[in-house]
C-alpha cells in the first residue's frame, strides 16, 4: 500500500519539467523548486561530503541551513549549504572532501 | 565598496522573522498604519511550521501537509494587502542600537544561503519573531548519513517533497519502495512528524517518544483549556493506528547501525530518569531515523541586544517578556518560540498582541491595556502558555540521557569531538561549563556553532544533579555566518541617512 503513497501525489504536485543536475559525474534528476539537497534525497543519495577529521561520510541533517552538515562543493564552489542552494539545470555537485579547500592546498 | 551595506529608508517597525508570530505581528502593526519591513531568510512567508512546497512544483493540496493551513492562507492575504516591505531571503546576522532606546540598525547577508549583498535597515522598533531550532541529543551513530532532524525531514519533505531513506520518489523521478523511517525523541512534532511522513508514502516501523504522555494527565486543568490540542493528538493518534505504526513511549534510540548509511537502530526502554534498562534493547531494520528533542528558542540576536531571559520548565532559555511583549530592552518585543515554545497557533495571538503594542507606543499612545481586542488576545495566550510549560515539563529531558554515550560517540558534529574527550574536559581538566570545554576540546567551535551540540555539551559539563540540562543560554556574537570583511564594515558611522531622532 505504502508503494502507492509518495509525497507529490500527497500534495496533487504538477511540477515543471525535470531537469539534470550530476553528482560526482553522475546524472541526477531535480524538480524546479527542489533544493540540492532535495534532489540527492530523491535519487537515493545520503552522504556528499566527508569531514575533515574522520573522513567521515555526511549529508543533510537539520534540513534548515542550521548544522551545515549539507556542504557541498557545487560548480566548483565549496562550503554551500545543499539545503539552501535551489537546484539549476547543469549544477555539479561534487563530494566536499575535508574543509573543501584541498583543491587549493599549497 | 563592496562590504558596505546597502542603505534601505527607515521604517517605524522591523519584525525580524516571517514565520506566524512575524506575519501575524506585522501585518497588524501594518494594518495600524506604521510603516514594517519584514525580514526573513527564506524566500517565502511562513516560518518552518507553514513551510511549503516551492511554487515550481505545483502543489494543488499543500495543506495535505499542514493542520491549520487556514490560518496561514489567511495571513498570507492580509501580507499581501498591507503594503508592507517583504524582504525575503535576508539573513539577519545582528541589530545594533543607534541610541539606548534606537532606532536600530538591522544588518542581513542575502540569498539563498547568505553569500549575496548586504543590506542593513533602520528602524524605531524591533520585533523578534526568530523561533526556534531543533535541540539534538547524540547517541552513538546519530551522524551517519540517514539519520536526520525530525523537524529536518519535515522541512524537507514540506518543502522539497522528499523522504529520507531510499529516495522515495517525487514526480519525474523512479517511483520506488518506500523508505522505512524510525521517528524518534520526544515531544509532540514527533507525531506530526510520523503522520506526515507515512501519510507521504514512508513506512514507519515506529514512533519512539523518551517520556510517557503521563505528565499531560497530572495537569488535567492545563489540558482542559485546551480542547484543541488533545482533538488534534487523538487525530495523530488515530492515522497513526491507521497506518500501522507503533508507539513506544518511554524509549529512546540508543545506537544506530550501518557501515555508511543507516541500516537498524536499537530502541531501548528507559527508567523514571531516562537510563537505558539494561537488556531490553532491540534492533528496528529501517533507511532513515528522523530524531529530535523537541525545540529550543534561538536567542541570538536577542542575546546580542541584553534581553533578559528566563527558564522555561524544560531547562531551555526563553525571553523574559511582559504582558504586552515586550522585552527588557526598550525597543525591542518577542513573540513566538522566542519567549518559549507553543506552537504556531501561540505564536499568531502574540504576534498580533505585540503588533498592537507597538503601534501604541509609536504612536505614543498608552499600552493597549483596556482594548477588547488586546484583552481577548491576551486571555487566549495565557491559556496556551499554560499548556506549554505542561508540555515542555512532560518531555524534558531526563538526566540519564547521558547514559546513551560511550566514550566513542561524537557529541560535536562539526569539530568531531566525541563524549569521551568531553568526559576528559571534565574529569581530568575540571571545566564546568560549556565555554571551558569548548577551549578545550574545540566542541561547539566549528560551523554551526554549537547549535546542534550546546545543550549536550553544557549538560556533560555541567552535570547539575537532578536536571539534563544546561544552566545558562549560549551567547553567540553572530546570528548567522558572516564574512570577515562585513564585520570590518560594521561601525554605524553617523551621518547623512542615519536618521536618528
Ligand atoms: S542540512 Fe543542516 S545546514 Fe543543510
Redesign the interface.
Given at each position: 500500500m505504502a508503494h502507492d503513497r509518495n509525497p507529490a501525489r500527497l500534495v496533487g504536485a504538477a511540477p515543471g519539467p525535470a531537469f539534470e543536475i550530476t553528482f560526482d559525474g553522475r546524472p541526477v534528476p531535480a524538480l524546479p523548486g527542489q533544493s540540492l539537497a532535495a534532489a540527492l534525497w530523491a535519487a537515493g543519495i545520503l552522504a556528499w561530503r566527508t569531514t575533515r577529521v574522520g573522513g567521515r561520510p555526511r549529508g543533510a541533517f537539520c534540513g534548515i541551513g542550521h548544522c551545515f552538515d549539507c556542504l557541498a562543493t557545487v560548480n566548483g564552489t565549496a562550503n554551500r549549504r545543499a539545503c539552501l542552494v535551489p537546484a539549476r539545470p547543469g549544477d555539479t555537485v561534487t563530494t566536499q572532501e575535508g574543509n573543501g579547500h584541498g583543491e587549493l592546498a599549497v | 565598496m563592496a562590504n558596505s551595506p546597502s542603505e534601505e529608508p527607515e521604517y517605524d517597525l522591523a519584525v525580524i522573522g516571517a514565520g506566524p508570530a512575524g506575519v501575524a505581528g506585522a501585518v497588524t502593526a501594518a494594518e495600524l498604519g506604521l510603516a514594517v519591513a519584514l525580514l526573513d531568510?527564506a524566500e517565502r512567508p511562513g516560518g518552518?511550521f507553514y513551510r511549503h512546497?516551492?511554487?515550481?512544483?505545483?502543489?494543488?493540496?499543500?495543506q495535505?501537509?499542514h493542520h491549520d493551513w487556514g490560518t496561514f492562507v489567511d495571513l498570507r492575504r492580509r501580507l499581501a494587502a498591507s503594503g508592507l516591505r517583504h524582504l525575503a531571503g535576508h539573513h539577519v546576522w545582528t541589530v545594533v542600537p543607534a541610541g539606548p532606546e534606537g532606532p536600530w540598525g538591522v544588518h542581513a547577508v542575502t540569498g539563498?544561503?547568505g553569500g549575496g549583498p548586504l543590506v542593513r535597515i533602520r528602524a524605531r522598533a524591533v520585533l523578534l519573531a526568530t523561533g526556534a531550532?531543533?535541540r539534538q541529543l547524540p547517541f552513538p551513530g546519530w551522524?551517519?548519513?540517514?539519520?536526520?532532524?525530525a523537524?529536518?525531514?519535515?522541512?524537507?519533505?514540506k518543502?522539497?517533497?522528499?523522504?529520507?531513506?531510499?529516495?522515495?520518489?517525487?514526480?519525474?523521478?523512479r517511483?520506488?519502495?518506500?523508505a522505512r523511517v524510525v521517528v524518534a525523541g520526544s515531544g509532540p512534532l514527533l507525531l506530526a512528524v510520523a503522520t506526515t511522513l507515512?501519510?507521504?508514502?514512508?513506512?514507519v516501523p515506529a514512533v519512539v517518544e523518551a517520556s510517557d504522555y503521563l505528565g499531560y494527565a497530572r495537569r488535567p486543568g492545563a489540558l482542559a483549556a485546551q480542547p484543541g490540542k488533545l482533538a488534534e493528538a487523538a487525530a495523530h493518534r488515530a492515522a497513526l493506528w491507521r497506518h500501522g505504526v507503533r508507539l513506544r513511549t518511554r524509549s529512546a534510540v540508543t545506537e544506530v547501525h550501518g557501515a555508511?548509511?543507516v541500516a537498524a537502530v536499537t530502541v531501548s526502554r528507559l527508567d523514571r530518569d531516562w537510563r537505558p534498562v539494561r537488556g531490553s534493547g532491540r534492533r528496528i531494520a529501517c533507511d532513515?531515523l528522523a530524531v529530535g528533542h523537541g525545540l529550543v528558542p534561538q536567542l541570538d540576536l536577542a542575546l546580542a541586544l541584553g534581553c533578559a531571559t528566563r527558564r522555561t520548565p524544560d531547562g531551555a532559555s526563553a525571553l523574559d517578556l511582559d504582558t504586552h511583549q515586550r522585552t527588557s530592552v526598550p525597543g525591542v518585543w518577542a513573540a513566538g518560540e522566542t519567549g518559549g515554545v507553543g506552537g504556531a497557533q501561540l505564536a499568531c495571538v502574540e504576534g498580533e498582541l505585540a503588533g498592537l503594542a507597538i503601534a501604541a507606543r509609536l504612536r505614543g499612545r498608552p499600552a493597549p491595556t483596556a482594548i477588547r481586542r488586546a484583552r481577548s488576545l491576551r486571555r487566549r495566550r495565557d491559556r496556551m502558555r499554560a499548556f506549554a510549560d505542561v508540555m515542555a515539563r512532560t518531555h524534558a529531558p531526563g538526566p540519564g540521557w547521558s547514559r546513551w554515550l560511550d566514550d566513542a560517540t561524537e557529541v560535536c558534529?562539526?569539530?568531531?569531538v566525541t563524549a569521551g574527550r568531553v568526559r576528559e574536559a571534565v574529569a581530568d581538566h575540571g571545566a564546568r561549563d560549556a565555554r571551558t570545554v569548548k577551549l578545550l576540546t574545540r566542541a561547539g567551535m566549528?560551523?554551526?556553532q554549537g547549535?546542534?551540540c550546546g545543550p549536550a555539551v553544557a549538560c556533560l559539563a555541567a552535570q547539575v544533579p537532578g536536571t539534563g540540562l544546561p544552566p545558562s543560554p549560549e551567547r553567540r556574537p553572530l546570528a548567522v555566518p558572516v564574512p570577515l570583511g562585513v564585520l570590518a564594515a560594521l561601525d554605524e558611522p553617523p551621518g547623512p541617512g542615519d536618521g536618528t531622532g
Open positions: - | 531568510a518552518q512546497p516551492h511554487p515550481a512544483l505545483g502543489a494543488a493540496r499543500p495535505a501537509l539563498a544561503d531550532y531543533e551522524a551517519l548519513p540517514g539519520v536526520v532532524g523537524g529536518g525531514a519535515q522541512a524537507m519533505l518543502s522539497g517533497l522528499v523522504l529520507p531513506g531510499n529516495g522515495t520518489c517525487s514526480v519525474g523521478v517511483s520506488r519502495a518506500g507515512a501519510a507521504a508514502g514512508a513506512r555508511d548509511r532513515a558534529r562539526c569539530e568531531e566549528g560551523w554551526c547549535r546542534m
